[in-house]
């Protein structure tokens, strides 16, 4: 999981390109070049409470439990 946050204006090139419509994709080849592996970012508003202390850390729980949930069982992978 990659956390980032904008900067004090309200800016950020790293966020901004992923967030930004259309959806973000990686496609990452492998040294060989004979394989490849590729990575789809969805989209999703989290909305927590920030006066909870605990907020922040649960709606992380959630989403990274909820994207082991849709991990696809033959996800392709490379090896070193």
Known sequence: MLI????ADG????????VAAP?????????SGNEATAVNL???D???DPASLTAFAAAIRR???????NAASDECRWRD
Request: charged content about 15%; proline content about 6%; aromatic content about 8%.
């Open 4 to 7: 980032v946050q904008t900067g």
């Open 63 to 69: 989403i990274a439990r909820a994207g082991d949930a």
């Open 11 to 18: 800016e950020s090139g790293l966020l901004d390109a992923i």
């Open 23 to 31: 959806p973000f994709s990686v496609f990452a080849i492998s040294p």
């Open 46 to 48: 989290v909305a927590f």
């Open 42 to 44: 969805v989209h999703e």
